[in-house]
């Protein structure tokens, strides 16, 4: 049974925010993954956004097969991906202190939450913000032919998270602070590229910590066009730098800049700055560009990245 707000609790509670939309291809095989961690969820908290096929039968049979688990399910917004994960956020329970954000298809390694739940408590204080993610075993369809993730070589930073995400949603676990900043700057935001990268944005703006974990927590499974092997390599990298060229990126620029101006009395006075400095960097002139870009040093990982950054740079592409 759920702890009531006032109960006295020796351990984190720990909320699961699972999102769901006709995955009942994959879910029996992350559904059975929380049973088999080192340390169980109290809540599994499911939002599912219409699905048509057995996805929510699935969930109901696992609920009456489990009744040690709590569980409860929710009607999602229907507006996508991201807004569901934000109803889930918006909806976890006061007693919850950490939450745990899940998609339907992947599968945990048993020590995911019990990794993080550790990293989110070593060396912060209560009401420090603290998000933390980590590294993935990408595999194809049928859970084979694991790879590990990249790696980030330069650390977690706003600086970073206005142009580039390294925190995978699939991944993401929230401390109470960090979940109460997320939920109440969700409800100003009218529209997301991806939910994850804006909370990597708006906890870093905010002055909160990331801590990425280099150990893999989950098999990350690639579908169709998304398959093993098609976000590595050279040839993976040039037809990432078309897509920056072809203005998709300033689109998406676009968009995360409107989210942020919502929220921006939650950044830190440095952070609103440099806020406005990207801002100003996108419709300033060529050269004005790169002297304001090299000015703020926002970065991406890796070389290659920062290439890239100054190359959408130059044609006008941020």
């Known amino acids: 049974m759920p702890e009531s707000a006032g109960a006295t609790r020796t351990h984190p509670s720990i909320a699961v925010l699972l999102a769901t939309y006709n995955g009942a291809s994959c879910i029996q095989e992350q559904l059975e993954s929380y049973l088999s961690q080192s340390r169980l969820p109290d809540l599994i908290l499911v939002s599912d956004d219409g699905s048509t096929d057995d996805t929510l039968a699935l969930i109901d049979a696992f609920r009456k097969s489990h009744p040690e688990i709590c569980i409860r399910t929710t009607n999602g917004p229907r507006r996508g991906s991201a807004k569901n994960f934000l109803s889930l956020l918006q909806d976890t329970p006061d007693w919850i202190d950490v939450v745990a954000l899940s998609d339907q298809d992947d599968v945990w390694l048993p020590d995911k939450l019990e990794r993080g739940l550790s990293a989110l408590s070593e060396n912060s204080h209560e009401s420090e913000i603290v998000l933390y993610c980590a590294r993935t075993f990408e595999c194809d369809a049928e859970l084979n032919h694991l790879r590990l993730s990249r790696n980030i070589t330069r650390p977690p930073a706003f600086r970073h998270a206005l142009v580039q995400n390294i925190a995978g949603g699939n991944t993401m676990m929230l401390n109470r602070a960090a979940l109460d900043l997320v939920r109440d700057a969700s409800r100003a935001v009218a529209k997301l590229v991806v939910h994850d990268w804006w909370i990597y944005q708006i906890v870093t703006g905010a002055g909160g910590r990331v801590i990425f974990d280099p150990q893999p927590v989950l098999l990350y499974r690639q579908h169709g ?28 620029n676009t968009i995360n800049l409107l989210a942020l101006k919502a929220s921006s009395h939650r950044l830190t006075p440095e952070n609103r700055q440099l806020l406005a ?42």
């Open 277 to 318: 400095e990207f801002d100003a960097c996108r419709k300033a002139a060529v050269w004005q560009r790169l002297r304001l870009l090299r000015q703020a040093r926002l970065y991406r990982q890796g070389f290659f990245g920062l290439v890239s950054l100054y190359t959408a740079a130059l044609f006008g592409r941020l």
């Open 225 to 252: 066009g998304n398959l093993i092997g098609a976000n590595t390599g050279m040839a993976a990298r040039l037809r990432r730098l078309r897509l920056m060229l072809s203005g998709r990126f300033r689109r998406w």
